[in-house]
């Protein structure tokens, strides 16, 4: 029996150096190469993960870009069918003097300033003078920077309380885009 044992030990033995032999050999010669290319190639996912989501925000930032870009164009043609393209004095007097008119001031004096360039537009100074009592001077100011004929901002004013009427001494503007 022990003769019988022996060749059982010696055939495990064997098979037991070969089994770690293979194994070494597939750690040393196939896992470990394979491995180091496995976490470069997981670095490489990483890398081009971090990149994919930087370009989604700034694909996001590039929309809202231009959705603003849409807004400010919307804008800008609404500006320019407010302001007109020409100046003419004279209907700029009539316009004025017909919205107080209307609002129930009397008008006193309108006179003009010297145009200031602006580069793409021009801006005219007026100086108008009026009277009439407070809340219908106040509706004319209103009615003027609403006005759809001509885009007036009031500059500066100046009244004085005279019983029921106010003497009121404004600076307006008007704006035009140059003509070329």
Known sequence: MANREKPYKQIA????????????????????????????????????????????????????????????????????????????????????????????????????????DQGTYVVLPLDFSCEGPYDKVMAFIQELQQGAQYFFTLDSMNYKQQGDKVNAKMRLLTYFYKVE
Do not use: C, H
Not at 40 to 55: G, I, R
Not at 89 to 116: D, M, N, R
């Open 13 to 116: 033995i064997l098979t037991i150096i070969i089994a770690v032999t293979l194994i070494t050999l597939y750690v040393v010669y196939l896992f470990i190469p394979q491995l180091s290319v496995i976490q470069a190639k997981t670095q490489l996912v990483k890398e081009k993960t971090d990149y994919l989501a930087k370009m989604e925000r700034g694909y996001r930032n590039y929309s809202q870009l231009e959705e603003q870009a849409a807004d400010l164009s919307t804008q800008i043609s609404v500006l320019e069918n407010e302001i007109l393209k020409g100046m003419d004095k004279p209907e700029i007097v009539l316009a004025v003097y017909s919205t107080a008119k209307q609002s129930g001031v009397q008008p006193v004096s309108l006179s003009f300033e010297t145009l200031e």
